[in-house]
């Protein structure tokens, strides 16, 4: 059956191993399971799941209205049709800090690499829009700390994000960079800087893995794979790029239709039916099923 060939274990230390190259790894973001299987098709060595598309796949604004449970269930949908590393969005850890604890071994119990945990309040919201607030230093170091203490593979990679450089200023959220590396976060995500010189403050302030959020329309420039990697930047994220050509698509290809009152002149921008099922791996299950069913009954007695 044409479900992932490989263990988490195996991904997740697929995953460290990528990550001491000192090359950038282009992680873009899956929209659902089908996306990622084909993040893998094209090449990509891991895929993201992010909190933000997964709210909207819902029919949710990114403010915290997600619950562990749904997370992890797509999570698990995600990580069975991909042998890539997959790395997810666990926005606040969904509770203070035992529900951070159940969070982490949630994620682990979905066949995850790893995940990241932010320094925002609850409700949160997406972290490239204003009127963010984060909460003390001492409670995030707190989650961290839940997150170590509750992971059972120490190759499931523990990522910190810190929010705080719309907040507190970029200084601020280098030494809460700092503390959360301190109490065990294995690389860091800084939220929201501002320009390149802020990239190098990190860069050079913080001794783990950095990942750039290269997201669409926000606070960020969009910095070049070339220019990440002469910043010393080891994950450059796509988190929504999927989701929005979708549904830039979809919402071109709805106005068509009801323009022209026909699909034709959207054919070629459709992916056909062959490319489809080779995705969905129609032959491999029909070659496992012939395999298995290759027999025919007794004859009734």
């Given at each position: 059956?044409?479900?992932?060939?490989?263990?988490?274990?195996?991904?997740?230390?697929?995953?460290?191993?990528?990550?001491?190259?000192?090359?950038?790894?282009?992680?873009?973001?899956?929209?659902?399971?089908?996306?990622?299987?084909?993040?893998?098709?094209?090449?990509?060595?891991?895929?993201?799941?992010?909190?933000?598309?997964?709210?909207?796949?819902?029919?949710?604004?990114?403010?915290?209205?997600?619950?562990?449970?749904?997370?992890?269930?797509?999570?698990?949908?995600?990580?069975?049709?991909?042998?890539?590393?997959?790395?997810?969005?666990?926005?606040?850890?969904?509770?203070?800090?035992?529900?951070?604890?159940?969070?982490?071994?949630?994620?682990?119990?979905?066949?995850?690499?790893?995940?990241?945990?932010?320094?925002?309040?609850?409700?949160?919201?997406?972290?490239?829009?204003?009127?963010?607030?984060?909460?003390?230093?001492?409670?995030?170091?707190?989650?961290?700390?839940?997150?170590?203490?509750?992971?059972?593979?120490?190759?499931?990679?523990?990522?910190?994000?810190?929010?705080?450089?719309?907040?507190?200023?970029?200084?601020?959220?280098?030494?809460?960079?700092r503390a959360y590396v301190d109490a065990g976060a294995d690389a860091i995500f800084p939220e929201a800087l501002a320009d390149e010189r802020e990239f190098e403050a990190f860069r050079k302030a913080i001794p783990v893995p950095l990942l750039a959020n290269m997201t669409e329309f926000g606070k960020s420039p969009l910095l070049t794979t070339r220019t990440l990697e002469d910043l010393g930047y080891d994950i450059a994220l796509y988190p929504v790029t999927l989701l929005r050509l979708a549904m830039g698509a979809v919402e071109d290809g709805l106005r068509t239709l009801a323009a022209e009152g026909t699909q034709e002149s959207l054919l070629p921008r459709m992916q056909t039916r062959s490319r489809l099922y080779e995705l969905l791996g129609y032959e491999d299950h029909t070659a496992f099923d012939t395999a298995v069913f290759d027999f025919a009954p007794p004859p009734a007695t």
């Open positions: 059956m044409p479900h992932t060939r490989t263990t988490p274990a195996q991904r997740r230390r697929a995953l460290r191993t990528r990550l001491a190259t000192g090359r950038p790894l282009v992680v873009p973001g899956a929209l659902n399971p089908l996306s990622a299987r084909l993040i893998q098709d094209t090449g990509f060595e891991a895929a993201y799941l992010s909190g933000a598309v997964l709210a909207a796949d819902l029919g949710l604004p990114d403010i915290g209205l997600t619950t562990s449970t749904e997370v992890a269930a797509r999570a698990q949908q995600t990580t069975r049709v991909t042998d890539l590393p997959v790395l997810v969005d666990a926005d606040t850890g969904f509770g203070e800090p035992l529900g951070v604890a159940r969070t982490v071994q949630l994620m682990e119990d979905a066949g995850l690499a790893g995940l990241h945990l932010e320094d925002q309040v609850n409700p949160k919201r997406c972290g490239h829009l204003d009127g963010k607030a984060v909460v003390d230093r001492p409670q995030m170091v707190r989650r961290v700390r839940a997150a170590v203490d509750a992971r059972r593979d120490p190759d499931f990679l523990l990522m910190a994000r810190t929010d705080a450089r719309a907040v507190e200023g970029l200084d601020a959220a280098i030494d809460r960079a």
